[in-house]
């Protein structure tokens, strides 16, 4: 039996994990205070997934660049992906929050959203 | 211009106060930000994991901010933005500056500074070397990044673990950054242990613990620096320098509460935190004026941000209330709060047990890592609280409770202290 030390990122606590693992598969989990430790350490052996966060610009907003998501967490091997995916995109103004920004990012079936409201920029115009 | 309530400074504080404020019957609340919109510094912090205390789900910093903007917006709670308050006095007559409205008064009738903190500068670490361009504290550079869109270096040392420092070295690498090593001058990081796995060992971003800078090189911009290991007193050790070429050196280096116009108006600062001393009800020394968020003493997660403020909005209101209908301040009788052994600091630093409601947060640090330990609360000589604790960090807020009903007894105890105990055998 393997066993694997991990660290839970659910939340603050960071509990200490250990993942015992019988033919490639997890078969038990401890050090975990709750069910979502145990949920992600055996996920973190089989398929690590975390949610991306970056900016994209925006065109005409109050702000120039929008905050934006993974709508969910993706595998871990697609980070890179994603964040190349997203060069070159570009929003327009204006963003609520939850506007799909990129669809199936590096097709990973999953949707980039945006995380901040842009309102459009209203230009004075002189006289 | 009058106002039952101002609140200076429109981030998580100041927000949650706001909020808090009017539900609980303030009606002329005026919020001042000097940004041009509200949320403060979790507009420029576009990662996740906030709100799982407060909203049971994990959101970025911008949704966080957007909540309870959206709430004050609803409640018609008013706020000037771009608008800076330069001076307070004791008698709450806050004095702001704006570009469209220019110098104008406000006479306040209760006060609540929610100022937030500022980053510790390169000037206050004693590292040699020029002053070339490619220095930055770790959030400035997210700024830089995440707001503007620009990014301030391609090849990068990060100085100091704490969160901010451990988001950046992330937040670097995504955008295609070469983030060679993250440097630790304590033997532990100073941030929360989820940002290590998921920023540094997602990145495979070295971590190098009792290590600093010891010099930087490059007159023009930044071209390398020079790590040493240190000892347990933190002097770097003669003949451990290794030298790495970089264009970029961030400082994640700590936070100090911003307290200039606290100072003006003589608000006692604790000596630790940097921040006001209040007591239970988040009031500072000078009556009327409450404080809460980072301005009090920085926190690790907004949640507990949000949460420390709305008690601050809710005893403003109640100080108002009370004023209004003319019950004038009481002789209130305060029991001292005492940071003890093992511990750095409390908020709140005092408590009336008269005053304070069935249950009191009392947050604080510990001073150094503790595994299998308790945290003790004694009334004199008296042990009411003893929870075991499997380990404590200085860069993970701790709090305790204290009940109401078993602080009675102890009404004219000299102190109530709050302390690390081993475990015994």
Known sequence: MERKELICICCPMGCALTAEIENGEVCRVTGNTCPRGDAYGRKEVTNPTRIVTSVVPVRGGTSGMVSVKTASDIPKGKIMECMNALRG?????????????AENIADTGVDVIATKNVDVLQRRCGG | MKKELVIIGGGPAGLAAAIAAKENGVNEILILERDHELGGILNQCIHNGFGLHTFQEELTGPEYAARFIEKAERL?????????????????????VSAKEGMFEIEADALILSMGCRERPRGALQIPGYRPAGIYSAGTAQKLVNIEGYMPGREVVILGSGDIGLIMARRMALEGAKVKVVAELMPYSGGLKRNIVQCLSDFDIPLRLNTTVVDIAGKERVEGVTLASVDEKGRPIAGTEEYI?????????????????????GVALNHVTK?????????????????????????DLVDFVSEEAACAGRYAAEYLAEKRSGIS?????????????????????????DRMEELLTVRFRVKDVR?????????????????????????????????????QAYKTADSVTVKIEEAED
Do not use: W
């Open chain 1, 89 to 101: 995109i570009q929003a327009a103004a204006p963003v609520r929050i939850g506007d799909m920004i």
């Open chain 2, 76 to 96: 018609g709670i008013e706020y000037k933005l771009n608008t800076m308050a330069l001076s307070i006095t004791k008698d709450r007559k806050v004095t702001a």
């Open chain 2, 245 to 265: 070429p970089c264009d970029t050196l961030l400082l994640s280096v700590g936070l100090i509460p911003e307290n200039e116009l606290s100072k003006g108006i």
């Open chain 2, 275 to 299: 921040g006001p001393v209040v007591n239970e009800r988040m009031e500072t020394s000078v009556e009327g004026v409450y404080a809460c968020g980072n301005v009090l003493h920085v926190h």
């Open chain 2, 329 to 353: 301040e009481r002789e209130v009788s305060r029991i001292p709060v005492i940071a003890g052994y093992g511990v750095r600091y409390t908020v709140p630093s005092s408590v009336s047990v």
């Open chain 2, 371 to 407: 595994r299998n330990c308790f945290i003790s609360v004694y009334a004199d000589n008296k042990r009411l609280v003893h929870i075991k604790r499997p380990v404590m960090a200085p860069g993970e807020m701790e709090k305790v409770m204290l009940k109401k009903k078993e602080l």
